[in-house]
């Protein structure tokens, strides 16, 4: 049994509060520090698909060529540019090493072992009472062709013979309009993935936090974290702009920033941000199905009062820049692929406008472990952007490495001295 009596939580994102969920549920005395309002990062601007069937590593073959290549396209929502950032080249060369098909499903296999119960710790809080809503539309992939609805419905096709269900034929126009009539006409074909959920992560963060204050969590929000202390291979004490925290055990789950304090305490861990956009359209045609435009590498999810298009995955400086080109890219794919997507006139009049830096690693696998040299600090960052499906997974896998000290099966790709 655990010695454990009490855990700071550093990060208070989707990742950091499905963490402080489970490590409450063990009766442990949980604190979260968190820089800004819960979930107001990176989990805010996601999708919020739970799919383990697209639960796949970023690094896969073609991606390099093709994000340098569409870097230059007029619609592209992809783009790698080295030479913003030189720094970052290291990276991506440990990052292509990974982009072959025998690295992609051997990162694909990995991660569908680990999203193979998503569902579960969404259905334990509405069991709970918790109010988070968890639409079961499937999640609709919208193709311009046949032959490009073949092609992506056969990539699928590990998936399907791992057990999960990825259909065995195509949609015609006629069938695909009747499902979601605000397709555009130029969408030909298609296929749902039938099983398939989403949450709007902003409200899922909000109302889990909520949930955690009454459960007697300590919630410190719009606090800094500024030193982390060790000694004698331990944690001893957490300095933020708020005073210190002292616990039994850290978790570090702050996204892209878990680099910078693990660094504190002599851990590496090779992230970089692959910046994310998104945009929220107010209107009264919103598709009633998330859709995956073909190969475009934009979604789209229903939300209240309307719908947010999602995308672009932008490797350069990292930056909060809104980048206009990679915005006007996804709104052109919106337009092509949705009746009543609006013109705006430019890329300042798009709501709620959001870029955020994913936490990658040159794998694409999350890292899910303790820290180097110190049996009391944990990591669970470096989702990409499965951050939100991945949440209460990941918080329970580590939750059960805390207590009982070992491993699980399902944690032993994500160990943080792999690379």
């Not at 499905?18 to 800004?36: M, P, Q, W």
């Not at 861990?269 to 190969?295: D, I, Q, T």
């Not at 229903?302 to 400086?317: C, Q, S, T």
């Amino acid at each position: 049994m655990s010695a454990l009596s009490s855990v700071t939580v550093i990060g208070g994102g989707a990742v950091g509060l499905a963490t402080a969920y489970y490590l409450r549920k063990a009766d442990l005395d949980v604190t979260i520090i968190e820089s800004g309002r819960p979930g107001c990062s990176t989990s805010w601007g996601n999708g919020g698909w739970l799919s383990p069937v697209l639960s796949i590593p970023t690094p896969g073959p073609g991606v390099p060529r093709m994000g340098v290549a569409e870097s230059f396209q007029r619609d592209s929502a992809v783009a790698i540019r080295p030479l913003t950032a030189p720094s970052m080249i290291p990276w991506l060369l440990r990052f292509a090493r990974h982009c072959t098909r025998s690295s992609f499903e051997s990162g694909s296999a990995r991660l569908g072992a680990l999203s193979r119960e998503m569902f579960d710790g969404f259905d334990e809080l509405a069991d709970l009472g918790v109010p988070v809503e968890v639409p079961r539309k499937g999640n609709l992939r919208a193709c311009l062709t046949e032959a490009e609805a073949r092609h992506q419905l056969a990539e699928l096709a590990p998936m399907r013979a791992a057990g999960y269900a990825v259909p065995t034929r195509i949609m015609g126009h006629e069938e695909i309009h009747e499902l979601e009539p605000e397709l555009s006409d130029q969408v030909r074909s298609g296929f749902n993935l039938t099983e398939e959920r989403h949450v709007d992560p902003g409200a899922f963060c909000n109302t889990l936090a909520e949930y955690l204050v009454k459960r007697g969590v300590r919630l410190h929000t719009g606090t800094r974290v500024t030193a982390v202390h060790a000694s004698g291979g331990r944690v001893t004490a957490v300095e933020t702009t708020g005073g210190q925290v002292r616990a039994d055990a850290l978790v570090i789950a702050a996204g892209l920033d878990t680099r910078r304090i693990a660094a504190w305490l002599g851990a590496r861990l090779p992230m970089r941000g692959g910046k994310g956009y998104s945009f929220f359209v107010p209107s009264e045609h919103s598709p009633a199905h998330p859709l995956y435009l073909s190969h475009t590498k934009v979604g789209v999810t229903p939300l209240k009062g309307g719908y947010r298009v999602l995308g672009g995955m932008e490797i350069a400086d990292e930056t909060l820049r809104i980048n206009p080109r990679m915005v006007r890219g996804m709104v052109r794919v919106a337009r092509r692929y949705l009746r009543h997507m609006p013109a705006n006139e430019s890329v300042r009049e798009l709501p709620h406008l959001w870029a955020g830096l994913r936490p990658m690693t040159p794998d694409g696998l999350p890292i899910i472990d303790h820290l180097p040299n110190l049996s009391n600090a944990y990591v669970n960052t470096g989702h990409g952007m499965l951050g939100v499906g991945l949440s209460m997974v990941s918080g329970a896998a580590l939750t059960d490495f805390m207590l009982n000290g070992i491993r699980p099966d399902v944690l032993s790709p994500f160990g943080a001295t792999r690379f």
